[in-house]
Nanobody
Framework: QVHLVESGGGLVQAGGSLRLSCAASGSTFSINAFGWYRQAPGKQRELVAAIGSSGSTNYADSVKGRFTISRDNAKNTVYLQMNSLKPEDTAVYYC??????????WGQGAQVTVSS
């Protein structure tokens, strides 16, 4: 099973930026698609960004134009660059395999807090 470890969360003022990293274990990294999910207290978990094995990307409307997902196959790492952050972006962010058979174990997530 793929194991995932998120890092890079923190507290930032509205309008600021953060970069999250997801380190993935296993030998199937290059053929996996990955997504970033987030969950705020009292809300459903939502998929905010995804990247395919080819590098194609998809974004939720709520983050489109502000967030960028990328991957570095040599480092087995997925990134989420978050710009123009808003208070409503405050959540715990999780990385996960998507769209394939190698769904991994959930990590601890990265807490992102955006102050107004």
């Amino acid at each position: 099973q793929v194991h995932l470890v998120e890092s890079g969360g923190g507290l930032v003022q509205a309008g600021g930026s953060l970069r999250l990293s997801c380190a993935a274990s296993g030998s199937t990294f290059s053929i996996n698609a990955f997504g970033w999910y987030r969950q705020a207290p009292g809300k459903q978990r939502e998929l905010v960004a995804a990247i395919g094995s080819s590098g194609s990307t998809n974004y939720a409307d709520s983050v489109k134009g502000r967030f960028t997902i990328s991957r570095d196959n040599a480092k087995n790492t997925v990134y989420l660059q978050m710009n123009s952050l808003k208070p409503e972006d405050t959540a715990v962010y999780y990385c996960q395999v998507v769209g394939g058979p190698n769904f991994g174990s959930w990590g601890q997530g990265a807490q992102v807090t955006v102050s107004s």
